[in-house]
């Protein structure tokens, strides 16, 4: 079984699908489960990291929809 969320980003003429550690600051970015189901809207606002329990974390801000 996958358990690793999908990220896609705005890159060039469209959405890619990246790495999540290539996440860039100031990115907009779609998460996703690894299934491929949206899970929200956000805009990083640090690098990727690694936190104490080996899981890829980002500080961020969710974009909300009006």
């Known amino acids: ?3 690793m969320r999908k ?3 705005q890159r060039g003429n469209g959405w890619q699908q990246i790495d999540f550690m290539n ?3 100031n ?3 779609i998460l996703c489960e690894s299934d491929g189901t949206p899970v929200g809207h956000y805009v990083a606002i640090s690098s990727p990291y690694l936190n104490v ?3 890829g974390t980002i500080q961020r801000v969710e ?3 009006k």
Do not use: C, L, P, S
């Open 1 to 3: 079984m996958n358990t």
């Open 7 to 9: 990220i896609y980003v």
């Open 23 to 25: 996440i860039a600051i």
């Open 53 to 55: 329990n080996n899981i």
């Open 27 to 29: 990115e907009a970015f």
């Open 63 to 65: 974009i909300m929809a």
